[in-house]
């Protein structure tokens, strides 16, 4: 259904990593129903970015295309800008989703899964930034890195990820005094919007303690992510350099 303001992204190219599923289907939805076409990204999530490719293409023929690729593997990342281009023509806007997520105590730290959690959250958003950087400056686009409110506000038992997330802050803010005036790059900061796969938090205390520390008294929804995201792409011509916390208040409780 088109709303009063879609189409605002008619004719813009994004590129979406993570695209997949979770927080990064919702970005995708949104950005397409305001006229995008999509480089949607996977690594593993063939079957899921199949069927939101399959979903989008009904909705506009050949708006979508997927491409798979390990972010870890640097040398990979301009390959994704060019396949992009050839693609769709050009490139507009990047947003850097994807993000591993899991705990790292003190004593079970390795070189492993500093790899892993920097590779993701921190190195692989400036390396394709980077690769993008001329691209993004001919069309005057923008980037939209997907902070964490602990980036701020650590968590017990998550130094890496904290560190990482700390670090693709830093990059946003360093980013816009790089790229700028051409491209404008920002963040948003997720506080709790969907539960983690696997054990963490996997009990109804420990949820429920975490809602409670939340202004609103609720868990987010991905699109609120994708509502913020939307914003800075579409409505923030003189917004740069700023990440924007989408928790629900808890980071003010913490």
């Not at 993004?136 to 997330?165: Q, W």
Request: charged fraction near 20%.
């Amino acid at each position: 259904m088109k709303t009063a303001m879609s189409e605002n992204l008619t004719g813009k190219v994004a590129l979406v990593t993570g695209g997949a599923k979770r927080v990064g289907a919702a970005i995708c939805r949104r950005l397409h129903a305001q006229g995008a076409n999509l480089m949607l990204h996977h690594r593993a999530s063939i079957a899921e970015a199949r069927a939101l490719q399959h979903e989008l293409n009904t909705h506009r023929a050949d708006s979508v295309a997927l491409i798979q690729a390990d972010l870890l593997n640097s040398s990979s990342l301009p390959d994704l800008v060019k396949t992009t281009v050839n693609q769709f023509g050009s490139l507009d806007i990047l947003i850097n989703n994807a993000s591993s997520f899991f705990a790292t105590a003190i004593g079970d730290i390795t070189e492993k899964v500093w790899d892993d959690l920097i590779g993701t959250n921190l190195k692989a958003p400036l390396f394709l930034s980077q690769a993008a950087a001329g691209e993004l400056r001919k069309s005057h686009g923008c980037i939209v890195n997907i902070v964490d409110i602990h980036a701020e506000f650590p968590m017990k038992n998550y130094v890496v990820y904290t560190v990482a997330k700390g670090g693709l802050l830093a990059l946003t803010r360093s980013l816009a005094r790089e790229l700028g005036p051409e491209v404008r790059v920002n963040g948003v900061a997720p506080g709790t919007i969907l539960w983690p796969d696997g054990d963490a938090w996997s009990d109804e205390l420990s949820r429920q303690r975490i809602v409670n520390q939340t202004a609103l008294k609720r868990v987010g929804e991905p699109d609120d992510i994708a509502k913020a995201v939307e914003f800075l792409v579409t409505d923030a011509p003189y917004v740069t350099g700023q990440v924007i916390a989408v928790d629900g208040g808890r980071s003010i409780t913490l």
